[in-house]
């Protein structure tokens, strides 16, 4: 019997508009207009990760005040599991039996939260990854 088990917080993230400052940014950030609401992490189409109403597009002219990192990405969680067995067929020849389990609970990693204030689908995340791969083998030893 094997496994392997890897678990993992999510990326830091930041909040991020469009470049009204007149400094040609490529990293403008959003303005941070209220105080984070500690609300339950939604994925999916119309679902929120993070209280997008404490975001706002900064003024013309000036730069945004949200911090860096604000907010955390989803993290991951991975179970794999596999077994093998042997069986003695002569002397000289043995056969193994493999089965192996990726991602054995099949939970979903959410990954891609849309984080510029000015998008239609801001605080949503709309994708993911991690899906349940179940192997066997059968491999002759002589």
Do not use: C
Request: glycine share 14%.
């Amino acid at each position: 019997i094997g496994g392997m088990m890897s678990v993992r917080s999510g990326f830091a993230m930041t909040v991020r508009g469009r470049d009204v400052s007149g400094t040609r940014s490529r990293g403008a950030r959003a303005d941070h207009v209220a105080k984070d609401r500690n609300e339950p992490h939604i994925p999916g189409p119309g679902g929120q990760w993070f209280d997008t109403s404490a975001y706002a597009q900064p003024k013309p002219g000036t730069l945004g005040s949200a911090g860096n990192g604000t907010f955390r990405g989803p993290g991951l969680f991975d179970l794999s599991l596999s077994l093998q067995k042997f069986f003695a067929l002569t002397e000289g020849m043995r056969l193994q039996f493999r089965a192996e389990a990726f991602g054995l609970t099949n939970t979903p990693n959410f990954q891609g939260v849309q984080r510029n204030v000015v998008s239609s689908r801001f605080g949503e995340v709309r994708s993911s990854q991690g899906e349940r791969r179940v192997q066997f083998g059968l491999k002759l030893l002589f």
